[in-house]
Every structure is written in structure tokens, then in C-alpha cells.
């Protein structure tokens, strides 16, 4: 009898897949006792009272302590520094590090840790070295180019921060040790290494096996148990696409 997957292992929730959570400072997102109307019409000054790093996080965090009071962790651009003033709101500048909704910001800005809707903190392009680039603004909202290539609408209440996420460098380092990334994925929660399935043996996993007859298919649906939950979750197709009809007569000039 072979011994669990590691998918199986995974749901269990035992300390091996575990993030070392413990260890991190703290969530980064806009400071939510500042209402979206009173930042969209009001600005609040603050100053960057710290820059550190968090565990697991590639990107720097720096902590803006507010005039009124208020402090938050967030996402800092490339070019802030300790005791830089900081403005939050629709009458900020337009200048690096200042936080202000999508609809004030120019089009062409470079910005980044931006709100999918208006008040969550911050949820988009917070890896370092990311960035999105404000389109235009129309009624609907402000279309906005993600570092995938893809655009998408967003409410222009929807806070964003001006500038590239700090850390830009971080993925051309090599980490010349397999322990440095070791580190690195246990303080994610990622197990590594991670070997194949098509490596194992068939007892010990679902592709497990030298024999191509033998391997099983690689989708499985949502509601699959952990055991059979692996490969390709829940994909609406696998492989080459086919053209389509319309598609070939029109590549073909017909």
C-alpha cells in the first residue's frame, strides 16, 4: 500500500504545508477608517514612518502614520524613502508614492496596488517590480493596462498608489543554494522541492508509472476529493485548439 498523495497531505492541514504565518507584520491595505467619499473628495497627509521587509512577501512594506491619526501598512513604490510626505486622496499630487482614486489619476500614470472595489485595501499588481498603466476614463469607469497585457474596467472611487512596486530586481538574483529557496517557499507555504507525478511510481500516485497506458487523464472537476484532485482542476479544454469552420474559410480567403 503506498502512503498519501501530496495533494491528500495538503488537505489535512498538517504542519509540513503550513505558512509560517506567525512571522509576518501585518496586512497591507489602504487604511480603512477613511471612507471612499472622504478620500475621493478630501486629502489626507501623512508621513512613511518605516520601510521593512515581511516574510514571504518580495516586495518592501512601509508604514504611513496619518495626521488624524490613522496608520496602514502597504505596498511601497520604487523611490520612497523614511520621512517622505505622503498624500491620500482626490486632491493629492500626482507624484510617486501618493495614493489617490483611479478617476483623478492622468492617463498614462504609471500606478500600482490598486482596489478591485472601492474600499477593499488594495488587491491588484502588489508583486514587486509590477505595475499598471491608466489608460483612459470613460462613464463606465477607467480602463487600466494589468502587467499581464489585459485590460479591464475599474471604478474610478477604486484607490490605487502612484509609481512600480519597489523590488524590482528580486527575480534576477539567483539563489545559488537550494536551501535559500527552500526558505523562501516554506515562508509561502509552498512545499518544495516538488517532484512529478510522472516521476512516482503508480502506487503512489494517479500518474504515477513508466507506461503510457497506464497514465490517467489530468482534469478533474471541482468537486473531486483531495486524492483525485490533481492535474488540470476543473479546464474547459486540453490541447491544441481546433479552428473553427467560419475561422478557416477566412484564413484561407474564402
Do not use: W
Not at 51 to 67: N, Q, S, T
Not at 156 to 185: I, N, W
Not at 215 to 238: D, E, F, N
Amino acid at each position: 500500500m503506498g502512503k498519501r498523495i501530496r495533494v491528500q497531505r495538503r488537505g489535512h492541514g498538517g504542519p509540513t504545508f503550513r505558512a509560517s504565518t506567525h512571522k509576518r507584520i501585518a496586512p497591507t491595505s489602504y487604511p480603512n477608517t477613511i471612507g471612499v467619499k472622504d478620500s475621493y473628495e478630501q486629502t489626507f497627509n501623512g508621513t512613511i514612518a518605516d520601510v521593512m521587509h515581511d516574510p514571504g512577501r518580495g516586495a518592501p512594506i512601509g508604514l504611513i502614520k496619518f495626521e488624524n491619526g490613522n496608520k496602514c501598512y502597504t505596498v511601497i513604490p520604487e523611490g520612497v524613502h523614511v520621512g517622505q510626505q505622503i498624500q491620500l486622496g482626490g486632491k493629492a499630487t500626482v507624484e510617486v508614492g501618493n495614493i489617490l482614486p483611479i478617476g483623478k489619476i492622468p492617463e498614462g500614470t504609471l500606478i500600482s496596488n490598486i482596489e478591485l472595489r472601492p474600499g477593499d485595501g488594495g488587491k491588484m499588481v502588489k508583486s514587486s517590480g509590477s505595475y499598471a498603466i491608466v489608460v483612459t476614463h470613460t462613464t463606465q469607469g477607467s480602463i487600466i493596462k494589468l502587467p499581464s497585457g489585459k485590460s479591464r474596467y475599474i471604478d474610478d472611487f477604486c484607490r490605487a498608489t502612484v509609481g512600480v512596486v519597489a523590488g524590482a530586481g528580486r527575480t534576477e538574483k539567483p539563489y545559488l543554494k537550494a536551501g535559500s529557496h527552500f526558505h523562501q517557499m516554506k515562508s509561502k507555504g509552498h512545499k518544495y522541492p516538488r517532484t512529478r507525478g510522472r516521476a512516482m511510481v503508480a502506487a503512489v500516485h494517479p500518474y504515477g508509472s513508466s507506461k503510457r497506458s497506464a497514465r490517467k487523464v489530468t482534469t478533474t472537476s471541482h468537486g473531486a476529493p483531495p486524492g483525485q484532485k490533481v492535474g488540470l482542476i476543473a479546464a474547459r479544454g486540453t490541447g491544441r485548439k481546433k479552428k473553427s469552420a467560419r475561422a478557416a474559410a477566412i484564413s484561407e480567403g474564402l
